[in-house]
């Protein structure tokens, strides 16, 4: 039998990481959707591999986002895709604070339902 693993202490964050990594998840609210991950991630990355890994985290997540409402535009002149891309930006919005919070307590916060395009 395999012994069970133990959670991960959390990650010691410095002020400076914590203002970056809030940022890359509270882009959506901030309007600047992948930009702002992007851009923290190609310069962050080889800094701090927490801020990285954050920054990746959300800008792959806002990347599945812009795909999933992009299937549901051609769904919304049947009316089905209205109702669907109001949900995904609802639940954007719910997971990307759920995100900065979390990330902010160390977790390494992983979103639901996103397609891991930036490794």
Not at 14 to 29: K, M, Q, T
Not at 64 to 93: D, E, H, K, R
Request: aromatic share 10%; glycine share 6%.
């Amino acid at each position: 039998m395999d012994a069970p693993q133990t959670p991960q202490p959390p990650a010691i964050v410095g002020s400076n990481d914590r203002i970056w990594i809030v940022l890359s998840h509270l882009s959506a609210l901030l309007g600047v959707g992948i930009l702002l991950p992007l851009i923290i991630y190609l310069v962050k990355k080889d800094e701090s591999p927490l801020v990285g890994y954050h920054s990746k985290e959300a800008l792959n997540f806002h990347i599945s986002v812009y795909l999933y409402v992009l299937c549901c535009v051609p769904l919304a002149f049947v009316f089905v895709g209205i109702p669907m891309i109001a949900i995904i930006v609802i639940s954007t919005f719910i997971f990307s604070i759920i995100a900065a919070v979390r990330s902010v307590d160390g977790e390494q916060y992983r979103y639901p339902l996103t397609i891991r395009l930036v490794k």
